[in-house]
């Protein structure tokens, strides 16, 4: 592989994680602002609870998926070995990060969720129906979820193998 080659595909990762970065901002933002419409209307202890845990969840969220997926400075004047040692290492960091997300993501956001409606299916009789549109929507995003994740790793494990052959 060219060193131009090299370079062009380590600017490519290092924009789709960028604008990964970016994108999470004002979608965790739209989140805590509604979590935190949910603490504001709610009555119940466990209820605000489980909306507070959302509205912390989702400010924190930007954090995570900068912390993880950030990308580094590729250097102007950067040797192929050097373009070739970033890649590697960012695709690394990226395969991380597409692995680990049911920890920092996932779990945190059913938490929530559970916690908020638990204390309303046990006090309301029939709250459960009313919500099953909503928690079967929620099963098909987890799913959606980790297909897609796991999708994206398998592409970045292929990529990662092709890299170890050149």
Known sequence: ????????RAEELRGKMRRQVLMSIPAALF???VAARGLWLSHTTATRTGFSLLTLWALH???????????????ADAALVDCAEFYR????????YQGGGWKWFVAPLL?????????????????????SPFL??????VVAFFVIRKREREKIQRE???L???
Request: net charge positive; proline share 9%.
């Open 136 to 141: 079967a929507l929620m099963g098909v995003w």
């Open 61 to 75: 969220l930007p954090y995570q998926v900068w912390r993880r997926s950030w990308p580094r400075p590729v250097a």
């Open 164 to 166: 170890k052959r050149d």
């Open 31 to 33: 989140l805590a602002a």
């Open 160 to 162: 990662l193998e092709a």
């Open 111 to 131: 938490l929530g969720i559970v916690v908020v409606v638990a204390p309303a299916a046990v006090r309301t009789p029939g709250v459960l129906a009313k919500a």
């Open 89 to 96: 290492k960012e695709l690394e960091r990226q395969l991380d």
């Open 1 to 8: 592989m060219s060193p131009e080659e090299m370079r062009r």
